[in-house]
C-alpha cells in the first residue's frame, strides 16, 4: 500500500531505559499509520519489546515525543491508552490462565461494560472473526494451545475497538500454518482501515504482510523504507543488519 495517508501516530526520538544511566532506546523514531501494517525487525535485545512498553506507558522515557492526531500522548498511562484507540498485545501470553474463554473476552469490554448490546455486538464480531474461540467458549483459556491462546488475545484487545494497534511478537511459538492465519488477520485489521504497528522476530511473515519496515539496532533506527527495499533472502538481510557498521 502507499505510504499516502497521514500517520495518527508519530513517536520521535525515544530514550528510555530499565535502570538510571543505562538507555535501551537510544532515540528511536517510528510513524503508526491508518491503513497499513508497519513493521519494526531487528536483533534480539536490540529493544523492539522496550519500544512498545514506552510507546504504552508502560515505561517512562527520558526524552522524545509522541503525538496521536498531532496531541501529546507520551506519558499517558496503560490503562487510558484504550480510551485513545491504542491497544498493546504484550510479547509474554497474557491470557488469564483459569478462566474462561468467554470472561476473558468480556475483560476486553470492561471500558463500556454496561452497554449490553455493544458487548453483545463485539463478542459476536470477535467469535465471528476468530471461530475456534466459539468452539472453545466456556473451556478455561490455560487449558487452548498457544496458538489459541494468541487469538484469544488479539480478540480481546480488539474488543475496544481500537484504531491502533502494537502487537509484540504476534506470531512466537506457534505453529505455521496458525502463524499464517493470525498475520493474515493482521493484514486484513490494516486493510480496514487501522494503524499496526508489528515487532517481530518472524522475519519472513512480518515482510509478508507489512507495508513498511523499520530495522532497529541497538535502541535507535537502522535503516527504513517501504517492503518493496527490502527482497534481499531474509540471511542476506539478517547478515547486513548485524554485521554492517
Ligand atoms: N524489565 C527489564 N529490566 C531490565 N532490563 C530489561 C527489561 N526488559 C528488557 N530488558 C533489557 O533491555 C534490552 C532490550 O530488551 P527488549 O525486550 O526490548 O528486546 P527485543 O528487541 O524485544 O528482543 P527480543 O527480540 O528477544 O524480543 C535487553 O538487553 C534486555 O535484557
Ligand atoms: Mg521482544
Not at 2 to 21: H, K, M, N, Q, T
Not at 33 to 53: D, E, F, I
Request: aromatic share 6%; net charge positive.
Amino acid at each position: 500500500m502507499p505510504d499516502s495517508e497521514a500517520p495518527l501516530l508519530i513517536a520521535r526520538d525515544l530514550v528510555a531505559g530499565y535502570v538510571p544511566g543505562v538507555n535501551i532506546l537510544n532515540g528511536m523514531s517510528v510513524d503508526v499509520v491508518p491503513g497499513q501494517v508497519r513493521c519494526v525487525l531487528g536483533p534480539n535485545g536490540t529493544g523492539k519489546s522496550t519500544l512498545l512498553k514506552a510507546m504504552f506507558g508502560f515505561l517512562p522515557t527520558q526524552s522524545g515525543t509522541m503525538q496521536l492526531r498531532g496531541a501529546p500522548v507520551l506519558g499517558t498511562p496503560p490503562h487510558s491508552m484504550g480510551a485513545l484507540g491504542i491497544t498493546y498485545l504484550p510479547q509474554r501470553p497474557s491470557v488469564f490462565p483459569f478462566l474462561s474463554v468467554e470472561v476473558n473476552l468480556r475483560l476486553g469490554t470492561w471500558a463500556f461494560r454496561h452497554d449490553r448490546a455493544r458487548v453483545r455486538e463485539r463478542t459476536e464480531r470477535a467469535l465471528t472473526q476468530f471461530p475456534i474461540l466459539r468452539e472453545r467458549l466456556r473451556q478455561t483459556a490455560g487449558t487452548m494451545s498457544g496458538g489459541q491462546q494468541r487469538q484469544l488475545e488479539i480478540a480481546r484487545a480488539l474488543m475496544g475497538d481500537p484504531t491502533v494497534l502494537l502487537m509484540d511478537e504476534p506470531t512466537a511459538s506457534i505453529e505455521p500454518r496458525v502463524a499464517g492465519q493470525i498475520y493474515e488477520i493482521i493484514q486484513g485489521l490494516a486493510r480496514a482501515g487501522k494503524a499496526v504497528l508489528l515487532v517481530d522476530q518472524n522475519i519472513k511473515g512480518a515482510l509478508g504482510i507489512a507495508d513498511h519496515v523499520y530495522v532497529m539496532r541497538t535502541g535507535t533506527l537502522f535503516e527504513e523504507g517501504p517492503r518493496a527495499q527490502f527482497t534481499d533472502e531474509v540471511e542476506t538481510l539478517v547478515s547486513r543488519w548485524l554485521y554492517t557498521r
